[in-house]
């Protein structure tokens, strides 16, 4: 699955994939232990990879109007949380907090109250 993920990142045509894989791709690459690679996903500049307005994920011209459909929202929360919370099976001490995210001291995360996924 590291493989995998890495993969994806080099060969995906991202403008051209939807708002939930970023998020999904994100939490793949975390509980492969490469919370950089994590963060990358989430944060990609990519035409897809951003909110409108009205809170959808752009996909194309003309599709800006998406009135109930956000998947990419609850994938965005998601990939967050288990990154912050950790998952079943997945880094303990001396890891510490927030597993998902690069320990290069860039990121300073603060969490509390997360169950760790399953």
Do not use: H
Not at 19 to 30: E, F, I, Q, V
Not at 73 to 102: H, Q, R, Y
Request: aromatic share 12%; charged share 15%.
């Amino acid at each position: 699955m590291a493989a995998t993920a890495r993969a994806v990142r080099e060969k995906w045509a991202f403008a051209r994939i939807w708002g939930w894989d970023y998020p999904t791709a994100a939490m793949c690459a975390a509980r492969t232990l490469q919370p950089e690679l994590a963060v990358d996903f989430l944060t990609m500049a990519a035409p897809t990879n951003r909110f409108l307005s009205n809170g959808a994920n752009f996909q194309r011209e003309g599709s800006n109007a998406v009135p109930c459909y956000y998947p990419g929202n609850g994938a965005l929360l998601s990939a967050i949380a288990l990154m912050a919370g950790g998952w079943d099976a997945g880094p303990t001490k001396p890891s510490g907090p927030a597993p998902g995210f690069p320990k290069d001291g860039k990121w300073n995360v603060r969490a509390e109250g997360f169950r760790q996924f399953i």
